[in-house]
């Protein structure tokens, strides 16, 4: 079918919007002028290869890079892909996380892999993008040694991957896009979910505080809010289609939306979202506790939606090592946060993050930490062990801990840990609790796989139906970190 358009002739399928030739300068309508023209980029290569072309998108890291996952795949699909999980695809894009040496090494391994299947299949295309893709070393690596790879873009310019995408079909040499920042937050493109009845929200991005062993400030920028505005259009139009659970995202939530024209805070952004029909679990992640006010704790206390669980990362327990960590609070304070928050909401979850081995640390430090860990008794605890990160203050720190020690210090911590969260856990047992079902068991298909509002998991006998809906459940058997029970009549 042929329109006419601005006195140009633009071929458009039945029932599609006529193209324009040039593309708007404006966003989002730029992206989805690409986002067109991408689709005939796919079908012409799908009716050249005579199969409907396929695109996996492959993510490392954290539930960020999750989520920028499934704005990518909400463009592929839209673009005309058909996704898969199998790197066999067409199309193959590695959502990379450069938090770690160790992260780096395995994106090299993959790259290694799917050469070997582009040699065996040589229309096949692979984009790599994400936190990795800042570090210019990396680009000059992969410009070197992965002459293959067609396309490379980084975390400030990912909602341009349709215009990038198209770049890269009509470009026989590698495309490559990096910003080094931006302040440009682009809303309403498609997102293709991975639940249908929960969804992670990006309320900001980037991050201000620089912990002297992160990367996360040089490689995803500073910290930026969206508008809540635009985060609350968001909550409503996933409560029309049916999500119940919504997880709002940022590297510190705690300090959203303090750079806003109009500033607001956490809790009150909690409060408006608290208010939209259809939403029945309200998760956040993640919380710097430095910044975690009473108003937050106020509306957590007073919530039927807000989940009872809360991640307050505490890295270490010694007040030398969390100077030296750039983390701007004490053990005394962290002891006295921890208390304030179980004092005022007696069910909460508390869960956390530890690095053992930071430069500089001792077994008496370690002590300090194990403290912590005996006086707050988490819920559940995510220990590791430090890792030295290339580009961070800390890398070039003096006193390195050699790994034998910083070993032994983790495995003395990660007793303790498991002997409290144990005991923890142990204490909900014969309760009966609300579970949002969230899947089959993959080990038994006769079994669901609920999630209780403290984020601890529940398996029950029940049907697949039920997936979606959230269900009360006897916890009957612990079984360490997660309960196995049955439907309460
Ligand atoms: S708060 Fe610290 S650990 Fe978290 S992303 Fe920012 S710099 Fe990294």
Redesign the pocket.
Known sequence: MEDRFDGKVTRTAPGEAPMQDRPPQEEPARQYYFIEKCRQHVLEESRRLGHPLTASVVTFGCQMNARDSEKLSGILERAGYALTDSEEADFVIYNTCTVRDNANQRVYGRLGFVHSMKKKNPHKRVALCGCMMQEPSVIEKIKTSYRFVNLIFGTHNIFKFAELLCAMYENDRMVIDIWKDTDQIVEELPVSRKYPFKSGINIMFG?D???S??I??YVRGRERSRRPEDILREIRTLAAQGVVEIMLLG??VNSYGRHLERPISFAQLLREAEQIDGIERIRFM?S?PKDLSDELIEVMASSDKICRHLHL?LQSGSTRILQAMNRRYTKEQYLALAEKIRSRIPDISLTTDIIVGFPGETEADVEETIDVVRKVRFDNAFTFLYSRRTGTPAATMEDQVPREDAQAGFDRLLSCVQETAREQVARLSGQTQAALVEEVNDRDPSLLTGRLSNNIIVHFPGSPSLIGRIVNVELLENRGFYFVGRMAP
């Open positions: 991050c505080n620089f912990c062993y992160c996360v400030p590297q510190n993640t710097h990362p």
